[in-house]
Nanobody, 124 residues
Framework: VQLQASGGGLVQAGDSLRLSCSAFGFNRAMGWFRQAPGKERDFVAVISRGGGRTEYSGSVKGRFTISKDNAKGTVYLQMNNLKPEDTAVYYC?????????????????????WGQGTQVTVSS
């Protein structure tokens, strides 16, 4: 299983980026996590398998938007008004199979597959 994340880069504070992650064939909830140097990998956002429900961490709510194109098997993370504290490696992940349509897990242990990560650097 390969998850291909892309879209990271170096931007200035206040700029926007859109991350993409291809995971064709998975009909599951998908999430984004991030890991800054020397810190734990933290939850950022998740979307349910049907796309009808989303959850966000408090630090990104209102600035980031997760979406999903099931036909393309791709999940996106639109990041607006980026801040230096958003600097991290961003990982997409596929959640475990679950019968609940609106399941939106926020814990790393609920995810089976992880992408390789894409670096986002925000300068002040």
């Amino acid at each position: 299983v390969q998850l291909q994340a892309s879209g990271g880069g170096l931007v200035q504070a206040g700029d926007s980026l859109r991350l993409s992650c291809s995971a064709f064939g998975f009909n599951r909830a998908m999430g984004w996590f991030r890991q800054a140097p020397g810190k734990e990998r933290d939850f950022v956002a998740v979307i349910s398998r049907g796309g009808g429900r989303t959850e966000y961490s408090g630090s990104v709510k209102g600035r980031f938007t997760i979406s999903k194109d099931n036909a393309k098997g791709t999940v996106y993370l639109q990041m607006n008004n980026l801040k230096p504290e958003d600097t991290a490696v961003y990982y997409c992940a596929v959640a475990s199979a679950n019968a609940r349509t609106f399941w939106t897990p926020v814990q790393k242990s609920s995810y089976d597959y992880w992408g390789q990560g894409t670096q986002v650097t925000v300068s002040s």
